[in-house]
């Protein structure tokens, strides 16, 4: 599994935080949506600027977020943060102080299923 790792942002804050390759598709597809079908390029990196942004804000205290409403279904506990429409779902790992970025989803898309996440997370 390919992951971004953001750095210059880890010395002072608790968690590191990287993003799965399944979790920048997810955002790279919706400003593709935007940019092309919604002709507003400017609105595509608004949007993806501040879905960084909101990424990069769990690097502190990212179990304010809730568990998924669908975590039953996981062996996992996995985590949501909320951005606009979107749902950033994430796990956190305590021990080594990562929390992983799995998928970015709009929120009227059908509950997070096993097979939507990355084959090394399950």
Request: glycine content about 2%; some cysteine.
């Amino acid at each position: 599994m390919r992951v971004k790792r953001w750095k210059g942002f880890e010395s002072n804050l608790a968690y590191r935080v990287e993003i799965t390759d399944s979790a920048l598709a997810d955002a790279e597809q919706y400003v593709h949506f935007i940019q092309e079908e919604k002709q507003e390029p400017e609105a595509a990196e608004r949007w993806f600027r501040g879905l960084v942004k909101a990424m990069l804000a769990l690097q502190e205290l990212p179990h304010r977020c809730p568990v998924i409403p669908e975590a039953e279904e996981f062996n996992l506990e996995l985590r949501q943060a909320i951005y606009y429409s979107y749902r950033i779902i994430f796990r956190v790992d305590k021990s080594t102080r990562l929390v992983t970025i799995l998928r970015v989803y709009h929120g009227s898309r059908k509950e997070l299923r096993s097979e939507d996440l990355p084959s090394e997370i399950k």
